[in-house]
């Protein structure tokens, strides 16, 4: 079983920064690839970032250039770094993590809420 859990969610104006950690505890060892989710009110949840345990990372086009998602393994947490932020990123961001122990699954954290508005 893996747990994760997202902090560093708030309130931003437009053009600021914003940065989101996810803590992840328990069967780690299995963990090939952890990423970035987002959704908002009536829209689909959207990949937003992901990094492999080969540290290769993949983002969305709408934040590709403003967003930089990386890890320290040692703390076992991962991070997003968000940078000129705009209205359209408000949304509930969650951490994802997929591992193959004891099964090929995926597992979520609670969420944070992301908040750009003036």
């Known amino acids: 079983q893996v747990q994760l859990v997202e902090s560093g969610g708030g309130l931003v104006q437009p053009g600021g920064s914003l940065r989101l950690s996810c803590a992840a505890s328990g069967r780690l060892f299995s963990i090939y690839a952890m990423g970035w989710y987002r959704q908002a009110p009536g829209k689909q949840r959207e990949l937003v970032a992901s990094?492999?345990?080969?540290?290769?990372?993949n983002y969305a086009d709408s934040v590709k250039g403003r967003f930089t998602i990386s890890r320290d393994n040692a703390k076992n947490t991962m991070y997003l770094q968000m940078n000129s932020l705009k209205p359209e990123d408000t949304a509930v961001y969650y951490c994802?993590?997929?591992?193959?122990?004891?099964?090929?699954?995926?597992?979520w954290g609670q969420g944070t809420q992301v908040t750009v508005s003036s």
């Open positions: 994802n993590a997929a591992a193959t122990l004891p099964r090929v699954a995926d597992y």
């Open positions: 990094i492999t345990s080969g540290a290769s990372t």
